[in-house]
Each structure stands twice: as C-alpha cells, then as structure tokens.
C-alpha cells in the first residue's frame, strides 16, 4: 500500500483511499490543474484522469457522461471508457469499462452508442440516462473493413440522413509498386481505401460490399465530423511522405521533411481530394504533381481535385476535429473548428497540440492558431526528454467545456474558460 500512496501525490486521504479501491483502473478522484498546457487568457485546463490506457476519439453525452474508445484492450481486458459525475461536482467519481473491441471512432446518436474497430462499426443501445443497456452484446453495424496493419484506424461521422461515414485509410503511403519509385496507375488501392465510405446507420450487419463510396483521395481522414451548421462533412487528413527516399534529385531533405501539407476538407458525395496522383504544397500554395506519377516538385495537377479549404504543416498528425457550437467560450470561438494534432511538424518545431481555425458562414474566416499547446511536455526545437502526451480525441460537454484526451499518457483534460 506504501508504493501506491507515493504514487497519488497530493490527494487527500480520503481521496487516496477511494483511489486505491480503483487502482486497477487508475481514476483520479480528485481534478488536478494542468499548469503545463499554455491557453489563452481566461482559460484553464484541469486533468480528470490519467493512464487510463490508448484514449482516441470520446464523445459527452448531453447529461455528462464521457465515452472514450480505446486502440488497446487494458489490463481488464476491456476497450471502452466511461467517466462519470456523479453528483455533479465537476469531479469524476465514478469509472467503468465495457467491451473488447478497440478501435478509435465513438459517437451518440438517436439514442445510440456508436463505436468502432481497426474493421468494424458496432452500436450499443443507451437508456434514457445515456447508458448502455447491454454492454456485453453491441450490434454489428458494418464489417470486412480493410485493415492492413498501417494507417487502419475507422474513424467516422454520423449525418442527419441516416448514414455512417467512415475513414478507410489507405496502407501504402504514395500508392508506389513495391520497391520502386513508380506510382501504380489507375491506383488499386482507392477500391477499397484512401478514401471515405457511406453505410446505413440502421441496418445490421452489413459488409464492406453493402457501402458505396463517398468520397475518394483523401489519404487518411482521422479527424472527421459532421458539421451540423452546414450540413456537410470535414475532414483533416494526414498527408504522405517519402519524397527524398525516392527523389532526391526534386526533394532535399529539408523539403522532405516539411512536405506535403496537412489538409482541412469540406467534402461532399463524389468529391475526390486528389491523393495519390497530387498533394498540396502549402509554400508554393499549390496542388502539385506527385513524383511517382512524373511531378518533379513542381509540375501542378489534379485539376479536378478539391483545393483544400486550410493548410497545415507536415507531419502534425490531424486525429480528432470538433466544431464548437457552444457559448462557454468566446465569442470568436462560435461555430469554428478545433483540430487535435497528435505528431509534431519540423517546419514549426512545434506539435501535439489542439489549433483552432475560426469560421463564418461556413467557411474558415482567418489563420489558424495554436489554442492549446505543450502537451509535449518538453520544448521539440531542444527536447531534453520524451513526450508526454498526443491530443487524439475531442468532445464538447454539456455546458460549453471542451475536452481532450491523448493515447500516450491516458490522460482526460477538461478546459474551461472563466
């Protein structure tokens, strides 16, 4: 019992003793500040909880209860989290654990809890108070999605017609024929990934075959979400990589580095984003040929694939993007977007961080800025240590908080504005 007290910190005892009760799920009982996550002024971030194992997407019930999925099984065996208030406090007091099949998407929708696997879409049935009424038996909503071990996360977003719209994201980087610096034309991938699928949100156990596709070029749209304002579909998706590997006589190093741009897409049934045959180059602030399908960094192309509606630096790793529809928070911050960004950019010497891009009709408004930053815990131009933590889920509580988790350190902030 020594070791564990040493563990706790500062908790009280009272608190100490009910957290060694739950110390195999490892709930904080008491909110800790996060000193360490730089806000703008007014905001504060506490933590609720922490190694809670791989946190990726969560979502809030409209009663308070938060979802997290989870891309690892923990010790229990189990997959999804609940945290719960129960006497409305702000403080989690109460931890539980369903289900054995991790994934990354969750989402609550005509009562309803949505989740999904590494190739699958599952739903559980929800009371009136938000809970699942059987946690042992979820209902097959969508199987034989393509996992093939890389990028194979299914994320998805829930329309108001009835469909789930899911990522498949696509396992080889630039589509290239194995072992060489050719690009593969027509690209066989975009068959059955690199792009976004649609499915009945209502009929059980569907297959990959009983989808069409909604959208195709879009690499790997972890950060996804339907836009309620707009009635339409975003997606921040990763970019690819690799250009100095194979062509070094277009790309230095440094350019390797820095290329291409992470993309923010409005995306409508039909729409194509380009990928593999052009990326967006944000310097040049052009759709460039790909070098696998004869660009030389700077021949253009894809004249029938979208233009992006915002670019970000390479490499930050959009996973999770949430539009604020509340009135906590200023209003600057109404109806705009806040991406979680799990990598880090050597443009910027800056990463995993949550950035905001502001909206209006519709449509970004102005630059993008860092609303939330050193989750890292160290500074990335001079790390003098490893990283602590990755922003990867977003979710909007009841009362206008916003939410944050990370699948590094298991942690769940809260961030409120005063």
């Known amino acids: ?31 800790s500040t996060a000193e360490d996550i730089k806000l703008p002024k007014g905001f504060s971030a506490e933590i609720l909880g922490s190694n809670l194992g791989k946190t990726r997407h969560m979502v809030v019930s409209d009663n308070g209860l938060i979802y997290i ?6 010790e229990d065996g189990k997959s999804i989290l609940v945290l719960k208030d129960t006497n409305k406090d702000g403080i989690i007091d109460d931890q539980k654990s369903f289900g054995n099949l991790p994934g990354t998407g969750i989402e609550i929708k005509n009562g309803y809890l949505y989740t999904s696997s590494n190739s699958a879409i599952f739903r559980y049935k929800l009371d009136a108070n938000n809970e699942v009424i059987n946690t042992e038996k979820p209902e097959l909503m969508v199987s034989g999605l393509a996992d093939h071990g890389r990028d194979n996360a299914k994320p998805f977003a829930l329309d108001d017609k009835g469909n789930i719209l899911v990522t498949i994201g696509s396992w080889n980087d630039p589509c290239r024929e194995a072992g060489t610096g050719k690009g593969m034309m027509p690209c066989p991938v975009l068959d059955s990934a690199g792009g976004i699928w649609k499915f009945n949100a209502n009929k059980l156990n569907q297959t990959f075959g009983d989808g069409t596709r909604y959208a195709k070029g879009v690499k790997n749209g972890v950060a996804m979400t339907w836009n309620t304002q707009t009635n339409s579909l975003f997606s921040a998706v990763h970019g690819r990589g690799q250009f100095h590997d194979f062509y070094s006589q277009y790309y230095t190093p440094k350019q390797s580095a820095e290329l291409p741009a992470e993309t923010l897409y409005e995306l409508h049934e ?11 180059d944000h310097f ?17 192309g894809g004249e029938d694939a979208l233009t992006p509606l915002m670019a970000f630096p390479a490499h930050l790793g959009p996973n999770d993007i949430l539009f604020y529809t509340g009135d906590a928070f200023p209003k600057k911050y109404k109806n705009g977007a806040f991406i979680a960004f799990h990598g880090q950019s050597a ?13 209006k009709n519709g449509k970004p408004s102005g630059k993008w800025e860092i609303f939330a930053d050193n989750f890292a815990g160290v500074d990335l131009a001079n790390p003098s240590g490893p990283i602590q933590h990755r922003p990867c889920g977003l979710a909007q509580g009841p009362s ?3 939410y944050v988790c990370d699948d590094l350190g298991g942690t769940v902030y809260r961030i409120s504005y005063k």
């Open 347 to 359: 443009e910027l010497k800056k990463g995993y961080l949550v950035a905001f891009v502001p909206f």
């Open 270 to 280: 039909g729409d194509d984003a380009g990928w593999p045959y052009v990326y967006y």
């Open 1 to 31: 019992m020594k070791k564990n007290l040493i563990r706790l910190g500062g908790l009280s005892i009272a608190s100490a003793l009910t957290f060694l009760l739950f110390s195999n799920q490892r709930i904080l009982t008491s909110n």
């Open 400 to 402: 206008g908080e916003l």
């Open 284 to 300: 040049q602030k052009k759709k460039i040929l790909a070098p696998e399908y004869g660009g030389d960094g700077k021949k253009t």
């Open 69 to 74: 999925n989870r891309s690892k099984l923990t």
